[in-house]
């Protein structure tokens, strides 16, 4: 995952791997996911993380193996997310402490 800067004079910073989804709101940390296969074909785990944008800390938020947490998007104010678990297609809403 890379930040680019907005008038296209490129990159400003290589943050991590995963798929980014939100931005919070003080603009210092993304949310994202990352996911893992075994076999190049199908998802074997899959969690949800924030990076910290100035120094590319990285929190583990869900850390369950034998979960697939995936596609996570942060409430307006940065107090929730939400994001669905793959293998059954059940939406969950989270706190964030």
Do not use: R
Not at 38 to 45: E, K, M, P, T, Y
Not at 70 to 83: A, E, R, V, W
């Amino acid at each position: 995952m890379e930040v680019y800067a907005f008038d296209g004079s490129g990159l400003i910073k290589s943050l991590t791997d995963g798929i980014a989804t939100s931005w919070f709101p003080d603009g210092k940390k993304v949310l994202f996911f990352l996911d893992e296969s075994l076999d190049g074909h199908g998802v074997s785990n899959s969690d949800i993380f924030i990076v910290d944008v100035e120094t590319n800390e990285i929190t583990n938020l869900t850390n369950t193996p034998d979960v697939l947490e995936m596609y996570p998007s942060l409430s307006p104010n940065g107090k929730q997310i939400t994001y669905t678990n793959s293998e059954t297609g059940v939406l969950i809403i989270a706190d964030l402490k």
